[in-house]
């Protein structure tokens, strides 16, 4: 029979300062079960972070929100705690790549029926669907265990910076981004041009 709550907090804190007495375990446990529940929830609140992919690697990309997704950056991290954060990608649409790997990069797939091997690069790919590339990227770099799905459920990708207004409202920080964008020639001011130090002049 359940006692009064008076009762269960008087108990429980003395247990919390010493009181280890057999008359007293039972309003400890369930003062340290309320007080790890409320730490719980007070650690494990979902962050929702912003990242641009404006010219960006895609495994740039990966790599940083994998770890935002599975709260690989949170002290209480566990393989077993589902802790991590949302992420969000927009500007997908404009990812680059080194060198050639538009044209070098292919992305291999099967039905499993006879004859069913599909193989097409990557512009062919991002030329259908621009979100493609980085979210297999993800997906590639998240556990594979069945944790994976859910974690691709808090990652939200977007081919432009046209974000739906319930997301933006949830957004805290917004993540800086991984690969510096050097500037064009045309982004210099005149002043900048002139002071670049002059290897060779005729």
């Known amino acids: 029979m359940l006692r009064d709550r008076s009762w269960i907090l008087e108990k429980g804190l003395s247990c919390y300062w010493g009181n280890m007495s057999s008359f007293s375990r039972a309003p400890q446990n369930f003062l340290c079960f309320l007080f790890c529940l409320f730490k719980q929830w007070a650690t494990f609140a979902r962050v929702w972070y912003l990242l641009d992919g404006k010219m960006q690697p895609p495994g740039k990309l990966a790599a940083l929100a994998s770890v935002k997704l599975q709260g690989l950056h949170k002290p209480v991290y566990h393989q ?111 002043e900048e041009i002139e002071a670049f130090p002059r290897v060779w002049s005729p």
């Open 80 to 190: 077993l705690s589902d802790c991590g954060d949302h992420v969000v990608i927009m500007n997908t649409r404009h990812i680059a790549f080194s060198g050639n790997k538009w044209e070098q990069k292919v992305y291999s797939s099967h039905t499993g029926y006879p004859g069913g091997f599909r193989q097409v690069t990557a512009a062919q790919l991002h030329q259908k669907d621009p979100v493609a590339i980085v979210k297999l990227a993800i997906y590639g770099m998240l556990p594979k265990n069945l944790h994976r799905r859910t974690l691709m459920q808090r990652l939200h990708l977007f081919p432009d910076e046209d974000i739906p207004e319930d997301i933006l409202k949830n957004l805290v920080e917004e993540l800086p981004q991984p690969r510096k964008v050097p500037r064009r020639l045309d982004e210099y001011t005149q």
